[in-house]
């Protein structure tokens, strides 16, 4: 070594604060000075491969060291790894040297972290599926698959930022940190007094709390001296360690090889696959995990980009992004803020105004003390939406690199915000964007959720909310289990579950899924498990759940071309039985609530036979709702809501319907099931406003009821009509106040009714909905 290191004995020991950009910009200067002949990094030795891919141009952080099982990617782990990251610094320090330097992770291998526990993540690292782990000192990079750090559960966990801060008279760690590391300027004559200072301090917590409860450290620091062993007999004293300060005591304690090596027998290990993948501030930014401790990336990320006048140009970018949400912000403001911001650091004792002061000086100045603009510059900005890039050529799973050529292919960019997307199945490339957004729902791989669409509800029509969360790395890898390319993978998860599905409703659910993701080669599979569970289950409400989704596939098969006419059989067979059982399970004796779920599945059965395309099938479900309708002891609310699905199919008349109305509320009915019965007939009370049929029925019964009967039928009433919306009830109100209420034309129907159909005037239409289906011009 050169320079200020060159009087040192023994390695160069840099103890950081993993995400600290104070600790990244030191790290380079003690760099630039010592000179070291190799770096070595807390990190996992498997990762000493993907190293050099560190120096492409496509890499940009922030990324992670991915780190799973060979035989069950869902035991991973993640080291993280930002701009501002001291870790990442150092590498790229050792690669942009004329004569690159060697660099090297020295932690305790992936194998062995990945095999302490299945299923558990790490805690210096940040974890993969499976429960949270506990984070470790935020000084500390390294994982730990066991959540209780191997130690006593009874033990106190030391967070020595916090005892440092207390002990120097501050009650925030964050802004002791600020002061003492990230304020420090630049130009700092001695770069390495910064690490020796803090190397002292964590020298004096290590004798006072031993290992502060995280006893599997012991381990890890064991490993790392190990490989600074290796390291001196390659390089002499000539190396530096950059790794988190709370192992810099221990990793300069002087132990024996033998005691090492036995603290390291007997660890298990499990063989494991590494890869980069890209990370997000946001994630940075979550509690647990490596992340823990990282509230602000993006004002982190900021501090290690401003080279001077840091606080100006951060309160610049928040001006931009105001201007943006179209709110006043004009320079004066900026420099206000500045000053500001500087009144409030000088009157707290600060050398420089933090995060804190920054924030204060914005919601008082820019923002007219509101916490709504604020909230968004905190989301924006503090955290940040930066989701990092990992070169083509980097290694992945067969999968991921098929799932990277689809979404180049499709210019579906993966993206850290979340954003909707609009997609129209008439155009090819929408439909393929669809299609595969739903193959990696089926595969467990979120990165889209369905939502409302706005502005139409046609089928032709979808609406994906976006966001690609680093974890999906991983899903992608357990998917690989499936396939090689993400049809082939998607088809032999739905073959596999469809094998696996316990109840019928799972089964036609699997077979809308599969239409919806244009998985063909799965259907026979799906629909001879669906033939083979329709034929031995014999309950209604099961029978009834499932057969919306069959005429749903049906509706989603023709809009997007797939031939799903092997469905229509098993949902007219479905349709005919429950044709046969719905009347005998609506007997008399049902509970409210067995009468409410059995309603609801009758209207969602209703819905799905108008779907099917099936003759005779219609009427026959319509001679269903009659015998329901006419039954006394059918339950009320069913009798009701059958009554009105046939009226509003026009296979009831308006006087049979006004006869079964006048039972149902007549003085002998008893007043639950009287309630029951309204409640299901007139549960809409918009279609009361505009439909003049019901609200004609409805008011002549009313008007006919017995001054001495209209008391007892008054709750009833109440209970239904209380329901509506009040612009609903307003509206009701109006029209019976104003006398507008119509009353039946001599010839049988409505005023402003027909006595019958005009076909010539409903086939006018046709022509504007062939237009309307044909699809987008070519």
């Known amino acids: 070594m050169s320079?200020?290191?060159?009087?040192?004995?023994?390695?160069?020991?840099?103890?950081?604060?993993?995400?600290?950009?104070?600790?990244?910009?030191?790290?380079?200067?003690?760099?630039?000075?010592?000179r070291p002949a190799a770096v070595l990094i807390e990190g996992p030795p498997e990762g000493d491969a993907l190293l050099p891919l560190a120096a492409d141009p496509g890499m940009r952080p922030p990324v992670a060291l991915l780190a799973h099982a060979a035989d069950d990617p869902g035991r991973a782990a993640f080291w993280p790894l930002a701009a501002f990251s001291p870790e990442w610094v150092a590498i790229r320090w050792a690669q942009e040297q004329e004569v690159p330097v060697p660099v090297r992770f020295i932690d305790l291998p992936a194998a062995h972290t990945l095999a302490a526990e299945p299923g558990r993540g790490a805690a210096g690292s940040d974890a993969g599926p499976g429960p949270a782990p506990d984070p470790g000192p935020d000084l500390d990079l390294a994982p730990d698959p066991d959540p209780d750090g191997g130690s006593d559960s009874d033990s106190v966990r030391l967070d020595p930022l916090a005892v440092l801060a207390e002990t120097a008279g501050y009650d925030d760690p964050e802004r002791w940190w600020e002061d003492v590391v990230e304020h420090r300027g630049p130009g700092a004559t001695d770069p390495l007094g910064a690490f020796e200072?803090?190397?002292?301090?964590?020298?004096?917590?290590?004798?006072?709390?031993?290992?502060?409860?995280?006893?599997?450290?012991?381990?890890?620091?064991?490993?790392?001296?190990?490989?600074m062993r290796a390291a001196r007999r390659e390089f002499g004293d000539a190396y530096a360690v950059v790794c988190g300060a709370w192992h810099v005591p221990a990793l300069?304690?002087?132990?024996?090889?033998?005691?090492?090596?036995?603290?390291?027998?007997?660890?298990?290990?499990?063989?494991?696959?590494?890869?980069w993948v890209p990370w997000t501030h946001r994630r940075l930014a979550r509690a647990g995990g490596y992340g823990a401790g990282i509230t602000s990336p993006g004002w982190y990320a900021h501090l290690f980009a401003a080279r001077d006048r840091p606080v100006e140009r951060w309160l610049t970018k928040v001006a931009g992004l105001l201007r943006e949400e179209d709110r006043q912000v004009s320079p004066a403001h900026v420099i206000e803020a500045v000053r500001l911001a500087g009144t409030l650091a000088a009157m707290r004792g600060r050398p420089l105004p933090g995060l804190a002061e920054t924030l204060e000086a914005v919601r008082a100045v820019m923002c007219d003390g509101s916490d709504v603009p604020l909230a968004l510059i905190e989301d924006r900005l503090v955290v940040g939406d930066v989701l990092g890039e990992v070169p083509d050529g980097a290694p992945a799973v067969p999968l991921q690199r098929d799932l990277t050529r689809q979404q180049r292919s499709l210019r579906l960019k993966a993206e850290a915000r979340e954003r909707e997307l609009e997609l129209d199945l008439r155009k090819e490339t929408d439909a393929a964007k669809s299609v595969l957004l739903h193959r990696l729902r089926l595969l467990g791989i979120d990165w889209g959720a369905p939502a409302a669409s706005r502005g139409s509800t046609g089928t032709f029509r979808e609406t994906w909310r976006l966001r690609w969360e680093p974890e999906l790395s991983v899903r992608v890898a357990e998917a690989g289990i499936w396939g090689t390319t993400v049809v082939a993978a998607a088809t032999a998860k739905a073959e596999a579950d469809a094998a696996g599905a316990a109840e019928l409703g799972e089964v036609t659910a699997l077979a809308e899924r599969c239409l919806l993701a244009g998985l063909s080669g799965a259907l026979p599979a799906v629909l001879r498990a669906l033939a083979d569970r329709a034929a031995l289950?014999?309950?209604?409400?099961?029978?009834?759940?499932?057969?919306?989704a069959l005429a749903r596939s049906l509706r989603y098969g023709d809009v997007r071309g797939t031939n799903a006419s092997a469905l229509a059989t098993v949902a007219g067979g479905l349709a005919e039985r429950i044709c046969v059982a719905l009347p005998p399970a609506c007997a008399a004796g049902l509970e409210a609530e067995a009468a409410a779920e059995l309603r609801g599945h009758v209207d969602a059965v209703h819905g799905a036979i108008g779907l099917l395309d099936e003759d005779g099938l219609r009427e026959r479900w319509s001679a269903v709702l009659r015998a329901l309708a006419g039954r006394d002891r059918v339950p009320g609310l069913i009798r009701g809501r059958a009554a009105r699905l046939l009226l509003d199919d026009g296979r009831l008349p308006a006087d049979e319907t006004a006869r079964l109305m006048g039972l149902a509320l007549s003085p002998a009915a008893p007043p639950p099931d009287a309630a029951g019965w309204i409640e299901g007939f007139a549960q809409?009370?918009?279609?009361?406003?505009?439909?003049?049929?019901?609200?004609?029925?409805?008011?002549?019964?009313?008007a006919g009821v017995p001054e001495r009967a209209f008391t007892d039928v008054l709750p009833l009433l109440r209970r239904t009509f209380g329901a509506y919306e009040p612009g609903v009830k307003?509206?009701?109100?109006?029209?019976?106040?104003?006398?507008?209420?119509?009353?039946?034309?001599?010839?049988?129907a409505p005023a402003g009714f027909a006595p019958a159909g005009d076909p010539s005037r409903a086939d006018a239409v046709l022509p504007v909905l062939a237009l309307l289906l044909s699809g987008p011009p070519a």
């Open 197 to 227: 200072a803090l190397g002292e301090a964590m020298g004096a917590l290590r004798e006072a709390y031993g290992d502060g409860g995280h006893a599997r450290d012991r381990v890890r620091e064991a490993y790392m001296r190990q490989r």
């Open 3 to 34: 320079g200020p290191a060159a009087g040192r004995r023994g390695p160069l020991l840099l103890g950081v604060r993993h995400h600290g950009p104070g600790s990244a910009r030191a790290v380079r200067a003690a760099l630039d000075a010592a």
């Open 730 to 748: 307003r509206s009701l109100g109006e029209l019976v106040r104003r006398g507008r209420s119509p009353k039946p034309a001599p010839g049988g």
């Open 684 to 702: 809409d009370g918009t279609l009361l406003v505009h439909d003049e049929r019901l609200l004609a029925l409805i008011d002549t019964w009313l």
């Open 252 to 275: 300069g304690a002087r132990t024996t090889a033998a005691a090492d090596k036995a603290l390291l027998t007997g660890l298990p290990k499990v063989k494991v696959e590494t890869a």
């Open 537 to 548: 289950d014999t309950d209604v409400a099961r029978l009834a759940k499932a057969l919306p």
